[in-house]
């Protein structure tokens, strides 16, 4: 368990929702914190609220050269990174049939491949410190089986996200914690971002819809607050919401299911395991 006294932390996406929850739950348990975020004005809103605790720095998460000069920013103002919140996300509404490739982009650039530069960056900043870090990147309980329909995109962007984060644990020694946060509907401003050029714009009607369901979310700072005890404890996914529990279960069933009728354990199940072949190969290669 970390104590955040004193930390030096990260948060993308800090200016608004559950980015900004955290940013001030962290500078309340006496963290430093360097908050990012596409739109200037929220971040120097939430700087004037907290004071000299929070740096800001305007970063647009979809380009990772952008994350690279974030993380050298982040080296040069704090010295060592205690931990980063990869949680800048965007959503995109509408069944997939319909889906643009302007929005496809949009939403897999700011969620999967700025969720993967930007826990890249950190991770190789925190392995040349001796202290390690935590990484917590937001998903979302899209991420563990519950469909949203209505908007497939952002729910394969966040399977995605665990994918990452998952194979991250696997690569990355122990000292460097990689945690997956994966609120379910949280109150925010979620699906206001501003969009790139060539994104459409919701209408009235799907911002009002919107906005009605969103407002239902669980508070900001209770999610936050998840992510942060969570990545203190060191849990690999931090859950908020029961109601996903069903959908997961579903899902672990209909996979247990399916190997059952078609492909049931019997004789060399490991014959095929391709993380077998591969360590014995390199073995063999590094003994000869
Ligand atoms: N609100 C929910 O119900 C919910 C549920 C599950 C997961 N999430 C995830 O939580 C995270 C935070 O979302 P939120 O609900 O607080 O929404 P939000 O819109 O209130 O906050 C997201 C922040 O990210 C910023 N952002 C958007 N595009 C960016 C970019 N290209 N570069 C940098 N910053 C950018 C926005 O300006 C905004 O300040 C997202 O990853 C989202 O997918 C939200």
């Known amino acids: 368990m970390i104590d955040w006294k004193n930390k030096f932390v990260v948060v993308t996406g800090a200016g ?10 962290l500078v309340a348990s006496g963290a430093r914190v360097l908050a990012c975020d596409i739109v200037e004005p929220a971040l120097l809103s939430l700087a004037d609220e907290l004071g000299d605790a929070v740096q800001t720095h305007v970063c647009d998460m979809a380009d990772p050269l952008a994350i690279e000069a974030l993380g050298a920013a982040a080296v040069e103002q704090f010295g060592t990174i205690d931990a980063v919140f990869a949680n800048a996300g965007v959503i995109a509404n509408g069944p997939l049939i319909k889906a643009s490739v302007a929005e ?24 040349q410190q001796d202290s390690g870090g935590r990484i917590c990147v937001t998903a979302s309980e899209h991420a563990l089986g519950l469909q949203h329909a209505g908007a497939g995109i952002y729910t394969a962007s966040k399977h995605a996200v665990l994918g990452l984060a998952d194979v991250l644990r696997a690569e990355l020694p122990p000292n460097i914690g990689i945690s997956v946060f994966c609120p379910g509907l949280v109150a925010t401003d979620l699906g206001n971002a501003p969009r790139p050029d060539g994104v459409a714009v919701p209408g009235e009607r799907q911002r009002a819809l919107g906005k009605a369901v969103q407002s239902q979310g669980m508070p900001a700072s209770l999610a936050a607050q998840a992510a942060l005890d969570g990545t203190a404890r060191g849990d690999f996914l931090i859950v908020t919401h029961a109601n996903a529990l069903a959908a997961a279960q579903r ?11 078609q492909a049931p354990a019997s004789g060399d199940v490991a014959r095929y395991d391709v993380n077998r072949i591969v360590s014995e190969i390199l073995a063999a290669q590094k003994g000869s």
């Open 104 to 127: 496809f982009d949009w939403v897999f650039g700011v969620n999967v491949r700025g969720a993967w530069a930007t826990m890249s960056t950190f991770a190789r900043i925190m392995l």
């Open 251 to 261: 899902r672990a069933a209909e996979i247990e299911a399916a190997f059952a009728a």
């Open 16 to 25: 608004s929702g559950i980015g900004r929850a955290m940013a001030v739950a």
